[in-house]
């Protein structure tokens, strides 16, 4: 009879791993059996919160990956340990949901999509927004051509870390781990979802806020994207304001004003008759609002498909080659605003 159920270990047991066991619960295709985190406190809590019994519990993910009733993994590890525990996945033969960004540098996603291939099991990277009910029905708003020709599109990953500094993640603290890439990734994977791989990106980064750490705050990037379309992503980790992914596609006939924490977005049609152009009421009229689900980290939705893929032998939606092309244009981020220079992506995986 043909498997129904993807049985799963999770390896990392902190902030965000409680999302992927919340996922997991909610879809009927996967299964959390096991988990670890070098800290057996928080692997316990886990496991208690999510029925997983005790003795599936690890401190070291080389004995949960041992296991041969377990099929895949999550990894919900600080992002300078996501290749390693990647790697050692893959070659203990399981396939591998790892959260995103995919690795810090493109050797590492470089080696991780290499090992993924030659091991023959799958590797996906959770780029989480893709799974987003507001990014997902703009994205088909777009490619259906309402707005006309899309010709710029902006994203910013605005998110106070001062908060989350310090004790609970210091990983987060370190020089590799520039702000674009650590959460503006999403931003960025955003504008490669709607509008495709940048060509060329210029940036420019400050330090005003978070002046204890040995980061950039504050990164503004634009982009040339196919089809001549525009490209902006403004990242900031020490702004004083609530978090917001708030986005605009503008298009030739109309523009999409959309955040992924709010119940509705805005449609803006550029389609009206003489006598109306000259009534500001009316034309602020043509703004529609469209209600959508609000659910800005949907792993239930991500993992529900990394599953579906892996029990109808299908390639993962999000594989290592699409975590590495987001991961190349926060480089090609990062090397502008140290350069002062317009950089390239690298899209060259091999
Ligand atoms: N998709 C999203 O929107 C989103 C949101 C938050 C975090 N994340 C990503 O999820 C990952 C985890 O983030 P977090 O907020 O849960 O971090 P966290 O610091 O809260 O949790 C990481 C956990 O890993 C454990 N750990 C460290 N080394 C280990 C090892 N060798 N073996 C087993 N466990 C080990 C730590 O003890 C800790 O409990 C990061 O990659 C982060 O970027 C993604």
């Known amino acids: 009879m043909k ?36 800290n057996r406190e928080s692997a316990l809590l886990r496991a208690k919160q999510f029925d997983i019994p005790e003795d599936s519990v690890y401190t070291d993910y080389h004995d949960l990956l041992a296991r041969d009733d377990i099929d895949a993994v999550t990894i919900p ?11 050692a996945a893959l070659r203990a033969g399981k396939h591998v949901l790892c959260e995103k960004p995919m690795a810090l540098d493109l050797d590492e996603c470089k080696e991780m999509i290499r090992v993924a291939r030659e091991c023959g099991k799958q590797l996906m990277v959770g780029q989480i927004g893709r799974y987003s009910p507001m990014y997902v029905e703009v994205e088909r708003i777009i490619k259906s051509g309402l707005i006309g020709d899309l010709f710029m599109i902006e994203s910013e ?7 989350i500094s310090g004790n609970g993640a210091p990983w987060r603290k370190t020089p590799e781990r520039e702000p674009v890439i ?10 490669r979802m709607m509008a495709g791989n940048p060509t060329e990106v210029f940036a420019y980064a400050n330090n005003k806020c978070l002046t204890d750490w040995p980061i950039h705050d504050c990164t503004m990037a634009v982009m040339k994207l196919p089809n001549g379309v525009i490209g902006k992503v403004m990242t900031s980790t ?6 917001t992914m708030r986005s605009v596609a503008y298009g030739t006939k109309g523009t999409l004003i959309f955040n992924d924490v709010d119940a509705t977005f805005s449609l803006f049609r550029g389609q009206f008759s003489e006598d109306e152009i000259f009534d500001r009421y009316k034309q602020r009229e043509l703004e529609i609002k469209v209600p959508v689900e ?3 980290h949907n792993f239930g939705g991500e ?14 939606p999000t594989p290592g080659e699409e975590g590495a092309a987001t991961v190349a244009v926060c480089l090609a981020i990062v090397e502008s605003f140290k350069t002062g220079e317009k950089v390239v992506p690298d899209y060259n995986f091999d």
Not at 77 to 87: C, F, N, V, Y
Not at 303 to 315: A, K, Y
């Open 238 to 243: 020490g702004c004083k304001r609530n978090y």
């Open 294 to 296: 609000v659910d800005s």
């Open 157 to 163: 990953y605005a998110h106070d870390y001062s908060e």
């Open 182 to 191: 650590g959460g503006g990734c999403h931003a960025v994977d955003l504008i």
């Open 77 to 87: 590890l600080p992002d300078q340990l996501h290749k390693e525990a990647t790697i």
């Open 3 to 38: 498997k129904k159920v993807i049985r799963l270990g999770v390896i990392g047991g902190g902030d965000f791993s409680e999302y992927h066991l919340n996922g997991i619960a909610k879809v009927s295709n996967a299964e959390a059996v096991a988990i670890c985190d070098i």
């Open 303 to 316: 993992v529900e498909d990394f599953c579906n893929s892996l029990l109808n032998d299908q390639p993962v």
